[in-house]
């Protein structure tokens, strides 16, 4: 199944006055949550830069369900949605302790020439290894 | 015209490794953005919280269409679009020097009652300054 | 012996544009480092809270020693250095896959009460917990 | 008068669940200031760094007096304090809307080649810059 998980704890800077996470913080554990997924599929994102090329978000969608408070287990599923021209498209759940859907998003990553910030087609090793896990 | 205008300069703490802005600080400056658009029609938002209601987000869609640098001035276009039920939904548009558009997003926000967790109908005050606004 | 270990693998949102990661978000993970200790010695951070005490930082001195890159791991040592009065001091260092020190800490938190900001005595629990393990 | 002083109005994404500002935020807030300084003076922070020299902190050293709120404008001064080799250190305070200092620091920053890592000593430029200032 093409679904990755990865664990995060809640930690007391993620909180803001209202006591729940800062809704900003989504965007930064999804971040990490497709890189754990890469490395696990053999390309790692620091050999990516490595080469000269850079993974931008370009488009973000998400939705808010429910609050997540600190010292709050979450985990959060991401999925490989397609690989299409120069874009990643990444489907993301994150799940509280009680096993309730707290948050959904989409984000998009362009794969961008960090010497020209033009978009480019990925290599072939990163087209073979999505390509594998989107048809598993 | 139902427009608010605030500006932002880069900070180095909003760059990341890239070179640019972490993608996840523009939910934090959308965030000041639309607290000061309600400073400015008179119902500041640390007063709401006072009365025990808060404005979490919902839903948020972003499009990061150019980077954005250290030290850069961006200005922030905010737009109160629509009022419905406990919703408040707010266009955004960061320019950048150039006048470039570098980010476009659509934020919902909820009416909640602090004490309850559940979603309520903004106060009299808050509708009528934002029904104002909208028809302007 | 009193020295409590935690790792910490470096994120993207860390790192700023030298390419590090940057400074400030040492206090971010030494915090995280301490209630996890906390927690190890049946003392949980969000169970003080419930009790109405908070335990902010009131002094912080930190060095700097090298620079730490994204998708490193650090291993942080955090250990109780005394307890007196409302005070708790904490003594941080952060090492690197190299094994190398690259950071060094000292904090202290101060124990208040919640309702009223005044400084107070730790619990007789949480002072039992603290003093066993400086006294290991 | 050798001191620079800036102005800050606290983000909603600074606070904690404590309804404080979080502590790590100084760092950034002082990091903005000390480069609005530069800037006052006529070597602007980017400039530096085109250069191929970064000025990362060494050491910093914070006392956390009192709280500090969501929505308070808080004032900064900055002060250079020394230059000397590599080394240039700041004084910080900031100071409340009543007038109270809420946090004092220390903090030193190292003149850095960044293509070698290796500390160096500040230009021609920026030394005249930093002493005019010291000896005001």
């Known amino acids: 199944m093409n679904t990755f998980?990865?664990?995060?704890?809640v930690s007391y800077s993620d909180?803001?006055?209202m006591g729940f996470m800062h809704h900003s913080n989504y965007l930064k554990y999804y971040e990490t949550a497709r890189w754990e997924l890469f490395r696990s599929i053999?390309?790692?994102y620091p050999e990516i830069e490595k080469d000269g090329i850079i993974l931008p978000v370009i488009d973000a969608s998400l939705k808010f369900i429910k609050p997540t408070y600190y010292d709050q287990k979450i985990l959060i599923n991401t999925k490989v949605k397609a690989?299409?021209?120069a874009r990643i498209i990444f489907d993301y759940q994150a799940i509280n302790e009680a096993g309730e859907i707290i948050n959904e998003a989409h984000i998009t990553v362009a794969c961008v020439?960090?010497?020209?910030?033009k978009a480019c087609i990925p290599s072939?090793?990163?087209?073979?290894?999505?390509?594998?896990?989107?048809?598993?």
């Open 113 to 117: 020439k960090k010497s020209t910030g």
């Open 5 to 9: 998980q990865t664990g995060y704890r």
């Open 15 to 17: 909180t803001d006055q």
């Open 42 to 44: 053999g390309i790692p």
């Open 124 to 136: 072939k090793k990163i087209k073979d290894a999505l390509n594998e896990l989107i048809n598993k």
């Open 83 to 85: 690989q299409s021209g």
